[in-house]
């Protein structure tokens, strides 16, 4: 499968403790995109990465969140501290960047993080 | 916070009936993208639109990205059971947001038999 592939597809954790998703993009894509999702609302964007440089994260992430590709590979997103609201679906996407500066997102099935 | 918006938040149509949903921005877009996520799925990428007052087609499917590039909507004529999930438009280029790809809240469609 040479697709955008996520690790654990699920992590139940309890609250204060430190959880870290991992990433896979599709091999030649240039950019990563790390996105939450809860029930019935829409992906909420976190952070994006072009090659290996974090080019924006979003105003409302809290500092106990860090991403990183250190090598413009794949990525890491880790949750320190996490509270019950971190309770979510964190999707990760890949793209080639276009002409238009978007390219087509092509996203994993997620990491579904439940913190009890 | 969502800076993109989407109306009807939830649809029901029965098989053969047509369907819109509609997206705004309150600032220029560059460029607007579709998404569709079924239920327990990933968002799928439909099509993206970049010029002002585009129209695109895709069999059953018309999207469109406004003159002033600040809404777009996408229509589905004749609606079948394999069109049930959630719609989303994303905006690029919103003011303050970079390059990033804000997403609506999305229209959940729902088509019965």
């Known amino acids: 499968d040479t697709g955008v592939s996520q690790d654990p597809r699920h992590k139940i954790t309890k609250r204060g403790q430190n959880v870290t998703f991992r990433c896979d993009p599709i091999s030649e894509h240039n950019r990563l995109y790390w996105y939450r999702q809860t029930l019935g609302q829409g992906p909420e964007f976190l952070t994006y990465f072009q090659n290996e440089a974090q080019l924006e994260k979003s105003r409302l992430l809290s500092d106990r969140f860090s991403a990183e590709r250190p090598k413009g590979s794949f990525s890491t997103l880790e949750i320190q501290r996490t509270e019950q609201g971190d309770s979510a679906m964190y999707l990760c996407a890949s793209s080639l960047l276009g002409q238009s500066n978007t390219g087509e997102l092509f996203f994993g099935e997620g990491s579904r993080l439940t913190v009890l | 916070g969502q800076q993109v918006m989407q109306i009807p938040q939830y649809q029901h149509v029965q098989e053969g009936e047509d369907f819109t949903t509609y997206c705004n921005s309150s600032t220029t877009l560059s460029n607007i993208q579709w998404y569709k996520q079924r239920p327990g799925g990933h968002p799928v990428f439909l099509i993206q639109?970049?010029?002002?007052?585009e129209v695109k087609k895709q069999k059953r499917l018309t999207f469109q990205f406004g003159e002033a590039k600040k809404n777009s909507s996408l229509h589905i004529t004749a609606t079948q059971t394999t069109d049930v999930g959630t719609y989303f438009c994303?905006?690029?280029?919103?003011?303050?947001?970079?390059?990033?790809?804000?997403f609506g809240k999305g229209t959940s469609l729902l088509v019965t038999p």
């Open positions: 639109l970049v010029k002002s007052g």
């Open positions: 994303a905006g690029s280029g919103i003011k303050g947001s970079g390059y990033a790809l804000n």
